[in-house]
């Protein structure tokens, strides 16, 4: 009996079976750049209470970013922030309306696939470490906790995402709050002149840049988008900026749109002159051009070739140009970011901190020093830093940080994680070249060059947004029916 077959255009055709296995083998469609998803889909139709609420967030925690984050109520002396009352939100609504899913998952890990049997381990491994080290260490120990906690972010969205359509959804939805974000950045660097590192960039002593800070926020506009406090805060902007990449590459129909849109972050990462971000937006250029057919890396390598001119040229603008000292921040964060400590007057800051993060995970490499212990010496903590209780005293790297508190158990369980989302996107791309798949590696490798650097999982907008992209990443990894070109016994 001859089988059926749905007839696609198609490129590239590649098979998960090998020849001769007597398997079935499945041909997936690449379709070339201009036949991509015309649209960009956010269809919110039938969507379950569950995947709203992810979205609610996802959107209010992004256009937020980490002033929202620091929302909080007080239960007697422990703090509960806007994530961990959404994330408490989401469990009870999960619980509520599927509970044998969610028990299933709880008992054995089971349910969410691989990334959601690790993120159970994660899970597992902080409530013995919490219960270990709570009668000694208190409210640290449940700080840790919380942090390591934001691991339930996987499989609460897992669940509450039924279909590839959804997923797709959330991913749009994670890109254009970002945008919406780097328009606020800029607009309050037009309005206040407030930017990132700007000692680094313009001189100013910081007490002066506090001042300034200060008196945008005092008008009823200046605090409706104050933003940017340091130059990481604007960080999903360029995490939005990375997926965008992929959109203006791979769909020719909304191009000029997303043309925009990148515009916007790019504005964004001038204002904020991040290091972190760039290191992990150059770290998604190069995965993109990895990615790419080989006809097409021919001109995203002319389009990086002519930015970098351009940004090499910036220094021989007039200060008079219009725009010129945003070129200038880009251009400060980029050679700092290549510079290193010889160009980045903050990059002794980390190397202190990494250097005793580093002797303490060592003491005990295996399974880490615990909950609560105090990293950094209360010395290396100045005034500026002790504002932040939450994370004040984190070695500002979030892999030196999971390794002190749970040694290479811990550490191998996020690095699973990581590499595991990435990884199936990729192959998934290879065969099929969606747009939003390759969007999801980019923020997916961009957040891990930006967790490098800084506080990534101690943040928890940050922490929560990896777990909702990696659990995002893992439904668009699965193939759906209009993916499948015919189906044949593999001869």
Known sequence: MKPSNTVMRSSYVGRLAPRGSGRIAAHFVQRPVGEQSSAPQLLFRRMTPELWLVLLYVVSATIGDLQIAKFNVHVGPVPLFYTDLMLLFLMILSCVRSPARVLYWITIGRGAGPIGRAAWIFCFISVVYCALSIGQY??????DLAIF????????????????REARTLMRAFVYAGVA?????????????????????????????????????????GSAILQLRNEDDAATAIFALAALLAYIILERRWRGLHVLCAAACFGALAVSTSRATVVGLTLAMGVTFIALRRRYRLRYALFIAICAAGLAGSAFLPDQTPGADLIRGLRVAVSSALGGPAVDSNADFRLKRWRYAANVWLEHPLLGEGFGR???????IDATENKGDYNAGMPHNTFLFVAVRTGLLGLGVVLFCWAQAIRQLFIKFTRVGAADDLAAI????????????VLFFER???NAGFWIVAAIGAHLAQYERSEVVSIRPAT
Do not use: C, K, W
């Open 138 to 143: 208190h409210l640290a120990a449940l700080q």
């Open 149 to 164: 906690g934001y691991s339930l972010f996987f499989p609460l969205t897992y669940f509450a995402i039924r279909e590839r």
């Open 181 to 221: 974000l780097a328009v606020l950045v800029v607009l309050q660097y037009v309005i206040g002149g407030v930017r990132g590192h700007v000692a680094m960039v313009d001189g100013i002593e910081p007490s002066v840049y506090e001042q300034r800070l200060a008196e945008t926020s005092h008008s009823f506009f």
């Open 374 to 380: 105090p990293i950094i010496p209360a010395g290396l």
């Open 442 to 453: 980019n923020v997916l490798v961009a957040m891990f060059g930006f967790a490098a650097f």
């Open 460 to 462: 928890p907008v940050m």
